[in-house]
């Protein structure tokens, strides 16, 4: 009969340790959304993000978007080293545009005021009440404009064995 017990106080405890690992193995878990595999989904991602920081330096009037943007471009050139991007944006009734491209020139202008930059460089333009604007991007021209409530139009141009791959978000 003792025997039965001590089985019983062994069978017992076994089952306490593997609620315990368990438990403590499923606490340590990262939830994540998963890699970005697909370049498209990463500009999506990218271009919603890009907004809701609009909106919160519109809203807390602190200037995190060149901030994210840097963040966002490290993290681009990790995963998508062969990609660069132009991001044209509105804040504070100026136009900005910061380039990162891998080469080439970005400009843009309109009425008549014209800033062109090479990768790495940012500039921006006193907006008036024209807001169509011309734009380029390594070469590759654009005409937006920049509507009430429209914040940012964004160039992605990734080369992969020669072949050039523009993906453009308003």
Same mark, same amino acid.
């Given at each position: ?13 076994? *089952? ?48 995190? *978007? ?6 966002? /471009? ?12 132009? /991001?044209?944006? *509105? ?20 009425? $008549? ?6 990768? $790495? ?17 390594? $070469? ?13 139009? *964004? ?6 064995? $020669? ?8």
């Amino acid at each position: 009969m003792n025997s039965k017990r001590g089985q019983f106080f062994i069978l017992a405890t076994l *089952i306490i340790a593997t609620l315990v690992v368990s438990l403590t193995l499923g606490a340590n878990k990262v939830n994540s959304r998963g890699e970005q595999k697909d370049f498209s989904s990463f500009a999506d991602e990218f271009d919603y993000e890009l907004s809701r920081v609009i909106d919160y330096n519109a809203s807390n009037g602190e200037n995190k *978007i060149s901030d994210f943007i840097n963040v966002s /471009v490290d993290y681009l050139n990790f995963v998508y080293p062969e990609t660069g991007l132009v /991001v044209y944006y *509105i804040s504070s009734d100026k136009l900005f545009m910061e380039n990162y491209l891998i080469s080439g020139i970005s400009c843009m202008n309109f009425s $008549g005021s014209s800033s062109c930059k090479s990768p $790495g460089e940012k500039s921006s333009l006193d907006l008036n009440s024209e807001r169509s604007v011309n734009l380029s991007a390594d $070469g590759i021209d654009f005409s937006y404009n920049f509507s009430k409530g429209s914040k940012s139009y *964004i160039v992605f141009i990734r080369e992969i064995n $020669g072949e050039r791959y523009v993906n453009v978000k308003e």
